[in-house]
T-cell receptor
Framework: NAGVTQTPKFQVLKTGQSMTLQCAQD?????MYWYRQDPGMGLRLIYY???????DKGEVPNGYNVSRLNKREFSLRLESAAPSQTSVYFC???????????FGPGTRLTVL | AQKITQTQPGMFVQEKEAVTLDCTYD???????LFWYKQPSSGEMIFLIY??????QNATEGRYSLNFQKARKSANLVISASQLGDSAMYFC???????????FGTGTRLTIIP
């Protein structure tokens, strides 16, 4: 099992460019999440999806959109990147059966 | 109000000593779960330990134990016999009710000194 995979690992964008961060999990989990991690701030929830076909805003959703394409995949889109979106982005998945969220390796995004 | 508070931005501990990382939480939901994750310099998030609000005993996983004091709303992580590989950021997190979302603290950077 690969667990949670994310692509790309690194990305540099110019202000105003768009991009999509991809996330997939092979654990058949219902719930998936996108977090961002900034120095001194811990991880903050951007969006989450409790099940296929549903998405909800987290703590810091502005500037982002998400798509739960199917049970495996949950993508995060930046329509018009801003320097404030420079961060490390983590995707995670979970199921109520387990007392753990499983994290992907992260994507380091820099917006110039 | 912060839901998860980690008051120690950084700690230095001698190798082989025990270390306690502090975490306090705030919730009015009687059903909740508390988690600790480790993030080494390589960046991945590693799950360490979980404590449910109704669990009667403190959780333990190898050298990790969770000192759960419900009345004080604290869930401190205790690492026994620290090793150089324990140097990392440590995050406390909480899940409330039937919701699977996690709220994270700001983390503690632990450095083990040889």
């Amino acid at each position: 099992n690969a667990g949670v995979t994310q692509t790309p690992k690194f990305q540099v964008l110019k202000t105003g460019q768009s991009m999509t961060l991809q996330c997939a999990q092979d654990m058949n989990h219902n719930s998936m999440y996108w977090y961002r991690q900034d120095p001194g701030m811990g991880l903050r929830l951007i969006y989450y999806s409790a099940s296929e076909g549903t998405t909800d805003k987290g703590e810091v959703p502005n500037g982002y959109n998400v798509s739960r394409l199917n049970k495996r995949e949950f993508s995060l889109r930046l329509e018009s990147a801003a320097p404030s979106q420079t961060s490390v982005y983590f995707c995670a998945s979970s199921d109520l059966e387990y007392n753990e969220q499983f994290f992907g390796p992260g994507t380091r995004l820099t917006v110039l | 109000a912060q839901k998860i508070t980690q008051t120690q931005p950084g700690m230095f501990v001698q190798e082989k000593e025990a270390v306690t990382l502090d975490c306090t939480y705030d919730t009015s939901d009687p059903s909740y779960g508390l988690f600790w994750y480790k993030q080494p310099s390589s960046g991945e998030m590693i799950f360490l330990i979980y404590q449910g609000s109704y669990d009667q005993q403190n959780a333990t996983e190898g050298r990790y134990s969770l000192n759960f004091q419900k009345a004080r709303k604290s869930a401190n992580l205790v690492i026994s016999a620290s090793q150089l590989g324990d140097s990392a950021m440590y995050f406390c997190a909480m899940r409330e009710g039937g919701n699977e979302k996690l709220t994270f603290g700001t983390g503690t950077r632990l450095t083990i000194i040889p």
